[in-house]
């Protein structure tokens, strides 16, 4: 069992940045791909980023997203991260960290076997 929490979330201006945290519980995080998924009102939910659990060092973002997110993840401290640079109103909605049983994240959501509760993002113009 995996318990993810999100935070870093808030209200920031078109051109600002934030970071998204999510703390994992459990011994296992190093072994779990993780992803960044969001979803806006009226909106289905969508893939942001994903990471490997190896290293790491694999990868992937969304089009929309691609060049102004970086994701990360610090398996000494069962971290994920979120750098967002250069948001924008487009960017605003809800962010879901989701851990996934497998070497390589996924972008779908079905494929992910824990969820946080969310964090807002709001980017006002």
């Known amino acids: 069992q995996v318990q993810l929490v999100e935070s870093g979330g808030g209200l920031v201006q078109a051109g600002g940045s934030l970071r998204l945290s999510c703390a994992a519980s459990?011994?296992?995080?190093?072994?779990?791909?993780m992803g960044w998924f969001r979803q806006a009102p009226g909106k289905e939910r969508e893939s942001v980023a994903g990471?490997?659990?190896?290293?790491?060092?694999?990868?992937g973002y969304s089009d929309s997203v691609k060049g102004r997110f970086t994701i990360s993840r610090d398996n000494s401290k069962n971290t994920v991260y979120l750098q967002m640079h250069n948001l924008n109103t487009e960017d605003t909605a809800v962010y879901y960290c989701?851990?996934?049983?497998?070497?390589?994240?996924?972008?779908?959501?079905?494929?992910?076997?824990?969820w946080g509760q969310g964090t807002q993002v709001t980017v006002s113009s």
């Open positions: 990471i490997s659990w190896s290293g790491g060092t694999t990868t």
């Open positions: 459990g011994r296992t995080f190093s072994s779990y791909a």
């Open positions: 989701a851990a996934r049983r497998a070497t390589y994240y996924s972008r779908n959501p079905r494929e992910y076997d824990y």
